[in-house]
T-cell receptor, first 112, second 114 residues
Framework: QKEVEQNSGPLSVPEGAIASLNCTYS??????FFWYRQYSGKSPELIMSIYSNGDKEDGRFTAQLNKASQYVSLLIRDSQPSDSATYLCAADSGGSNYKLTFGKGTLLTVNP | ETGVTQSPTHLIKTRGQQVTLRCSSQSGHNTVSWYQQALGQGPQFIFQYYREEENGRGNFPPRFSGLQFPNYSSELNVNALELDDSALYLCASSAGGRGGYEQYFGPGTRLTVT
């Protein structure tokens, strides 16, 4: 069973701090990795994609990928109360259908 | 807003009934994937359609079936509803049938089976 594991949290950080979210995956064939943000009662919103080892930055968000360690992370700098949500990590199947396998998500709370 | 739409927003059905959920993909996207998200869980892949053909299926029984139309919109049909089918059903569209393409979710359909 190919899995994506995340700490369920909740992760609580003060406003302005860096939030660090982590994810591991079991399928070595996975090539594409995604972070989604999901507010309560809403659908997931894509915030970052990463395909190569290393860091990818987009505004306050930085995604990090280490394929050797099968590890993906998301850093949120200058966290804001509006960042409070569940963050879902997803990996593709590496096969012909490229389904996404999701973790259960990490609940992040940013305290004013 | 992703440009992906789903209908209906909410639905209440009785065990044993059948349901059809609909999805319109984002302009320029030819691939639609369906996911089921139970409360407190991540989305689980049901199946994917690419250019009107099923392009892969997750661990869901045959009573979950789908269609994709020439305009790339899609339907998810569930027969013989069970209580455990109660969940948020998500449709995601992407630009290609093979991987590496980002999937964008619609607002979802909340299905309650009583």
């Amino acid at each position: 069973q190919k899995e994506v594991e995340q700490n369920s949290g909740p992760l609580s950080v003060p406003e302005g701090a860096i939030a660090s979210l982590n994810c591991t995956y079991s399928d070595r064939g996975s090539q594409s990795f995604f972070w989604y943000r999901q507010y309560s009662g809403k659908s997931p919103e894509l915030i970052m994609s990463i395909y190569s080892n290393g860091d990818k930055e987009d505004g306050r968000f930085t995604a990090q990928l280490n394929k050797a360690s099968q590890y993906v992370s998301l850093l949120i700098r200058d966290s804001q109360p509006s960042d409070s949500a569940t963050y879902l990590c997803a990996a593709d199947s590496g096969g012909s259908n490229y389904k996404l396998t999701f973790g259960k998500g990490t609940l992040l709370t940013v305290n004013p | 807003e992703t440009g992906v739409t789903q209908s209906p927003t909410h639905l209440i059905k009785t065990r044993g009934q059948q349901v059809t959920l609909r999805c319109s993909s984002q302009s320029g996207h030819n691939t639609v994937s369906w996911y089921q998200q139970a409360l407190g869980q991540g989305p689980q892949f049901i199946f994917q359609y690419y250019r009107e053909e099923e392009n892969g299926r997750g661990n869901f029984p045959p009573r979950f079936s789908g269609l994709q139309f020439p305009n790339y919109s899609s339907e998810l049909n569930v027969n013989a509803l069970e209580l455990d089918d109660s969940a948020l059903y998500l449709c995601a569209s992407s630009a290609g049938g093979r991987g590496g393409y980002e999937q964008y979710f619609g607002p979802g359909t909340r299905l309650t089976v009583t």
